[in-house]
């Protein structure tokens, strides 16, 4: 179904359009460009937003992509996209989502009908795009990102492990400001409001109750794990007792230096908007008769009950098979900050564990500026980005397409000292 698109952002080679995945009604959209260096032989990067229900081309025009939209519709290009020395995918999932369309019935509300279909998506991709299999695959996504990237690159290993389908090159995952581990992840909020280096954003009274509370929360979570009937009530109470509190002082639980400006995203997508409902972008991309929204909140809402499951526990068997994988966390976010996803990743069992919480975090430099923290031990990496939100290549671009090629390069992100 894809057609090639000149123009409309970058001038690499690229294809945007639709697979049918799964059923006969799913179809995905997506848009793919080549590395602007060498293609043939530089990896592939598939791209999920998280949400859920958000689509790919946010980060596309607003982080790493390609290109930017300026005032006039027309695109610049962006210096630091992820396209510099990798092809990558941009995927509206699950269906519903930006420019995917799909039956009412025919709608995924977990991670067993996400993986799946973005299992059966790879395949087709690659059937279209046959010469890329010999290029190493990195899965990353931002947010929602922390369920969909495990449960994805699980389905994927597991297809090659089991001989199903077209052996997929995969060689990686990353997750970026990610909710992976809601039972570890939800006990931080309240050290993040309180403790951040952005100083305290709620009252001692307020973090106190949060703090309390918070125990509640993940004895709810815990529950949600073994009943799906606690599931509802426990995204409820913990959204009301973790996060109310701070939506309450009108920060941007996104970026807690500024205010929210835009509710209920906080930023403002507009300009992306205008340019995905444009008559002439629709007809060159071809999806006429499905109208682009940032974020469709039926297809959020359909996600209650998978939003407290766990997914650090698919990480384990990928990293004993010699798949890398990235946790990074830009240190002002809110929603998915990096205390609780650095904690769940020091709580990860795996074969080197011991190591991983041995090793001690090290400065992490970008043109000779200190940029962050790491973390590696054997192919797991944890990155705390300074001064950046939960998209990392909104705040930070240049540290971000640093961290990218430092990653997908299989290099340190510190000098180890020598024993």
């Known amino acids: 179904d894809a057609l090639p698109i000149s123009g409309l952002c970058d001038t690499v080679t690229q294809y945007a359009g639709y697979f049918n995945v799964t059923t006969s009604t799913k179809h995905y959209f997506y848009w793919f460009f080549e590395s602007r260096s060498a293609p043939s032989t530089d990896p592939v990067i598939l791209w999920m937003t998280g949400g859920p229900g958000c689509s790919g081309s946010i980060a596309l025009f607003n982080e790493n992509g390609p290109c930017k939209i300026s005032a006039d519709k027309t695109t610049v290009k962006n210096p630091f996209s992820w396209n510099a020395n990798a092809s990558i995918i941009f995927v509206d999932q699950p269906a519903g989502t930006g420019f995917s369309y799909g039956a009412p019935s025919d709608m995924d509300v977990d991670e067993a009908g996400v993986s ?25 996504g ?31 995952l990353a997750i970026g400001n990610g909710l992976t581990a809601p039972e570890i992840q939800y006990l931080y909020y309240s050290e ?14 307020t973090y106190e109750a949060m703090k309390l509370s918070s125990k ?97 526990m698919a990480i384990p068997e990928m990293l004993s098979a010699g798949i890398r994988a990235l946790i990074y966390a830009g240190d002002v976010d809110y929603i998915c900050n990096y205390m609780g996803n650095k904690a769940w990743t020091l709580a990860l069992e795996w074969g080197g564990s011991g190591g991983f919480n041995a090793e001690g975090d090290h400065a992490w430099s970008v043109g000779g500026e200190e940029a962050g923290l790491a973390r590696t031990f054997s192919n797991f990496t944890f990155l705390q980005v300074y001064k950046a939100g939960h998209m990392v290549p909104l705040d930070q671009p240049e540290r971000a397409l640093s961290m990218v090629e430092t990653f997908v390069r299989n290099q340190p992100f510190y000098a180890k000292k020598k024993p």
């Open 116 to 140: 799946r279909d973005m299992y059966n998506f790879l395949q087709a991709f690659y059937a279209a795009h046959p010469k890329l299999l010999k290029n190493p695959l990195f899965i990353f």
């Open 142 to 172: 931002e947010s929602y990102g922390g369920h969909y990237v495990p449960s994805t690159a699980l389905a994927v290993h597991h297809g090659n492990v089991n001989k199903q389908g077209t052996h997929l090159p995969l060689t990686g």
């Open 192 to 205: 993040m409001a309180y403790t951040s280096s952005v100083g305290p954003v709620v009252s001692k009274g």
């Open 216 to 312: 509640l929360c993940a004895a709810q979570i815990r529950m949600c794990q073994k009943s799906e009937e606690a599931c509802e009530s426990a995204f409820t109470f913990c959204a009301l007792s973790q996060v109310s509190p701070v939506q309450a002082t009108g920060l941007n639980l996104y970026d807690i230096r500024e205010k929210c400006k835009n509710p209920p995203l906080c930023y403002d997508f507009s300009a992306t908007q205008d340019f995905l409902r444009d008559p002439k972008v629709v007809a060159e991309l071809g999806t006429e008769g499905h109208e682009w929204s940032a974020c469709n909140f039926m297809v959020n809402g359909r996600f209650h009950k998978d939003w407290m499951h766990g997914f650090s």
